[in-house]
């Protein structure tokens, strides 16, 4: 019999990648920040917003140590991904943790107006990737334009997950952790107005297709599973978003 899920904790959802997110059923933009523990590195995926702070922090404190905290990814500068980085920062100074964040040389100006003191990793003066001390490398893809000039996914070569930011995401308040069978409405509700046409949207999309993936896990909205990442790469290839529309 498999586990009941139990979203108040974290969730594993591949070997050592967590979801750290929570369920907000008052609201249908919901945010999923993500740990992935590569040894004694943990790098942490859009670690949120200020008033989610307390209860990510209790989730992350259930599967690594900040200390730990090696690389912290802001796929953009958007606040509800990335306005709490100052928090964990000071908490893991605290114990003698310290961490670079990685993101797109545009979103690096925005993201110091949070208030941060990391070093930042640009991913675009670094060969659109990064190498943990395992060997294991992240492999940044540039979307430019969903929604954010510099905005990007990154994709994990060992478990093959593709932490895809925006994209893929949805606007819902029926939710579940994994999509279920409405999430093709929640992901069009959600491109149609923050995306910005369909032409480069299928752009980014046309780069997903040699990739071997085995989950989509978003930022906002449900997680896909691999043996539906091409449906769901095919509805975004063929929406009219943006400009289509208005």
Known sequence: ???????????????????????DPSA??????YILNDG??????DPGSVPHFPIVLGKVMQVTGL???????????DPDLCS??????????????????CT????SVLISHYGTRSDFYRVDANDWKLTLKSGRTLRFIFTPFLHFPGAFMTYDERSKILFSSDIFGGLSFDWSLYANEYYAEAMKAFHENYMPSNRIIRHAMD????????????????????????????????????????
């Open 1 to 23: 019999m498999s586990k009941a899920l139990d979203i108040n904790k974290a969730v594993e959802i591949a070997p050592g990648v967590y979801w750290v997110g929570f369920d």
């Open 28 to 33: 249908g933009f919901r945010c999923n920040p």
């Open 40 to 45: 004694d590195e943990t790098v942490f995926f």
């Open 67 to 77: 200390k730990n905290i090696s690389h912290v990814v802001a796929h953009h500068q």
């Open 84 to 101: 709490a980085i100052p928090r964990f920062e000071e908490l893991a100074a605290g114990v003698g943790g310290k961490f670079d964040i």
């Open 104 to 107: 797109h040389t545009r979103a």
């Open 207 to 246: 780069k997903l297709d040699n990739l071997d993936i085995s989950m989509i896990a978003p930022q906002h909205g449900s997680i896909i599973k691999k043996e539906d990442v091409r449906r769901y790469i095919g509805i975004l290839k063929n929406l009219e978003c943006g400009e289509d529309l208005f």
